[in-house]
Structure formats: C-alpha cells, structure tokens
C-alpha cells in the first residue's frame, strides 16, 4: 500500500532546511554556552549563566557547598571541547575519585547533547574523551606530577581547589602562560592558607565569584537554619556561608600573624657561637 504521508527524507528542499536550521543552532550555542546548558537539561542559576557567558581568563569560584560549582564547570568544559576543536581540557582535583566524579558529569552532559552534528568520541574511558574535532577532556588528580607534561592546555579546572597542593598551582600557573589558556579555580574555603585563599584575598587580575548557600534556589531556608543547629559555627560559616575561617591546627590566628609582621623591623641575625 501506498503511504500518503510525506517523504521529507527524500525532499532536498526539507533536507536543506533542517540542516540549516542545525547550522544556526551550531552558531547560537557557539557564542553561548547557556543555551548549550539548557539543551543539556540544565537550566543555569543567574551566577551560572554569568560566568558561562563570562570570557575572563582567571576565574575564582568560591561557592557554598551544593551551590552547582561542579555542575557549571563541567558545562563550560564540553562547551571549549565541542565548539573549540583541537582543545585540550584538563580537570583536576585533589583526589583521582574526586576528578572521577567531574568526569562523570562532563560525559552525562556530553551524552544529553546527543545530535547528528556534533562531535564524535574516538576514544574514551572513565578519565578521558578524545572527540573526532582534536578535541580531548583530561581528567587527572592534581598533583605537580600528573601535570607535567600537557602542554597547549585551552581549560583549566581545578575543583575542590582550596584542598589542593601549592605546588600543583606554582606548577600549571607558567604553562598556561605559554598557552595562553583559561583557567578556572572552584571550591569551598578550607581555612587562610594555601594558594586558594591565597589568590582569593590578593590575587590580581582574577575574575571573583562569592556565591552562599542563601543565594541557592536549591538549598531551603528552613533547611539551613537546621544545619546551622546541627553543626560547630566555624563549620558552618565555612561550608555554607565560604568564610575562610581560622584553620583548627593553627597556633596563631592569620590575622595575629598579619599584625605581627613588620616591614621597619631588620632581620635578626646571629654571627656569635651558639655552643
Ligand atoms: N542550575 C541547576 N539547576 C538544577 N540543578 C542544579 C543546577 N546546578 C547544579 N544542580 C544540581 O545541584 C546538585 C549540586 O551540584 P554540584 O555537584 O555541581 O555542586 P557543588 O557546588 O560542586 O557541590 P559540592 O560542594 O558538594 O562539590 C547536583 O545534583 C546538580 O545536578
Ligand atoms: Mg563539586
């Protein structure tokens, strides 16, 4: 029997059309990176759109606990990797399984985007995907060590940031001046110390974002008021509030240790026996 319904597959007028209409969708998600989001599933806070649209260089994320740091970095990484190609991303995080779990929701929103035109995966596993474009999403623990070696690094993200060595940062700061990539540093305060506090209080020419737990639409009032019970206050204020709070094996307060230091005062020095 005979179909009445049309054949659009075989029309190249309606072939053109459809291709067309890929290829402006192609270059809208190119220059934004929220409407790529929301194909995604994912509807970007106002802070998240902010920064997805934002093309600072330096970017210093100090979020609350759950705020969706994670979630919109790992927007922005398909993002670079899709629409920029021959980029190489690099995740890093304290851990392997902390990197791991970034990776994991770069790919769940890689697969969301699933369409014809995009990208293809050439080779992946469960800390790397290499797209058909150059493109290849890295995910590493961050440590000094696993970093030597990438070179030509377009994106930088270094999550849980304010647990990660110095030396990690002391050694991607000179190779993404090479570069000349992107680097986005995210967490929770953990304490006045190491390169995330750091960077935050004097870092120059470093985009700031400070986003509390009260500013999350996903994190209740009510709730929070009861964890505020539950916890020790400088917990709190730390995790939720991104206070960088006195760390708890510091004999000295960084303020006292500030105050402390003067720069009229010479060196003591001592020529003498001490014997
Ligand atoms: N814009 C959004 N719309 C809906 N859900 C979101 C959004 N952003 C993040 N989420 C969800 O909020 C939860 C926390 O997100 P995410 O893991 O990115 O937060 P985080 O700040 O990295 O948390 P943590 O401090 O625990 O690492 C996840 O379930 C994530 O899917
Ligand atoms: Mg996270």
Same mark, same amino acid.
């Given at each position: 029997m005979l179909s009445t319904k049309p054949n659009y597959s075989s029309n190249p007028l309606l072939i053109q059309a459809a291709n067309n209409a890929i290829a402006r969708r192609i270059d809208r998600e190119r220059s934004d990176a929220v409407l790529m989001a929301q194909r995604a599933g994912i509807t970007p806070d106002v802070w998240q759109s902010d920064l997805l649209r934002s093309d600072a260089r330096q970017v210093i994320l100090n979020c609350s606990r759950q705020s969706g740091k994670s979630t919109i970095s790992a927007v922005l990484a398909v993002h670079e990797a899709i629409y920029t190609g021959g980029s190489l991303v690099l995740l890093l995080s304290p851990s392997l399984r902390q990197s791991q779990e970034l990776f994991r929701k770069i790919k769940d929103i890689y697969n969301a985007l699933e369409s014809p035109a995009m990208p293809k995966p050439i080779e992946e596993s469960a800390l790397r995907l290499e797209l058909d474009n150059g493109s290849r999403i890295v995910a590493l623990p961050g440590t000094e060590q696993t970093v030597?070696? $990438?070179?030509?690094?377009a994106l930088l993200i270094c999550d849980?940031?304010?647990?990660?060595?110095?030396a990690l940062f002391f050694s991607i700061k000179p190779m993404l001046a090479v570069s000349g990539g992107r680097i986005i540093l995210l967490s929770t305060p953990r304490g006045k110390r190491g390169f995330f506090h750091s960077v935050w209080m004097d870092g120059q020419d470093w985009n700031r974002t400070l986003i509390t737990?009260?500013?999350?639409?996903?994190?209740?009032e009510q709730w929070l008021e009861r964890e505020k019970e539950a916890m020790p206050s400088f917990w709190f204020r730390q995790e939720f509030e991104c206070e960088f709070v006195?760390?708890?094996?510091?004999? $000295?307060?960084f303020d006292e240790v500030q105050a402390a230091l003067s720069d009229t005062l010479e060196p003591f020095s001592f020529d003498g026996d001490l014997t």
């Open positions: 030597r070696g $990438f070179s030509n690094v849980e940031a304010a647990t990660c060595e110095d737990a009260r500013e999350c639409p996903r994190i209740s006195e760390t708890m094996d510091s004999v $000295f307060s």
